[in-house]
């Protein structure tokens, strides 16, 4: 069994801060990328930003700038600090993991149940 497991989230005022993290556990025989995506009321989830195990980085092109994705190997953890908070950050925050576990030969992707965000004044 793997499990993620978010925290941070929170209600913050705009412009404010905040720093999600994300720890797999469970019987992980590797890990090769963690990420995270949002959601959104009425909307699809969306890729925030991903990191591999190399350190490869990707952002969604309309959040470079305010938000950081990093990573650490020896934790199995990954986190996502999010600065200038605007009220369209507004979402559930989902972790997200592609690993291989320790019963098997594939790599699958994993999600965590997800931590709100909300950003109100």
């Known amino acids: 069994q793997v499990q993620l497991v978010e925290s941070g989230g929170g209600l913050v005022q705009p412009g404010g801060s905040l720093r999600l993290s994300c720890a797999a556990s469970?019987?992980?025989?590797?890990?090769?990328?963690m990420g995270w995506y949002r959601q959104a009321p009425g909307k699809q989830r969306d890729l925030v930003a991903r990191?591999?195990?190399?350190?490869?980085?990707n952002y969604a092109d309309s959040l470079k700038g305010r938000f950081t994705v990093s990573r650490d190997n020896a934790k199995n953890t990954v986190y996502l600090q999010i600065n200038s908070l605007k009220p369209e950050d507004t979402a559930v925050y989902y972790c997200n993991a592609l690993l291989r576990t320790e019963a098997t030969t594939n790599s699958l992707n994993y999600w965590g149940q997800g931590t709100q965000v909300t950003v109100s004044s």
């Open positions: 469970g019987s992980i025989f590797s890990i090769y990328a």
């Open positions: 990191i591999s195990s190399g350190g490869r980085i």
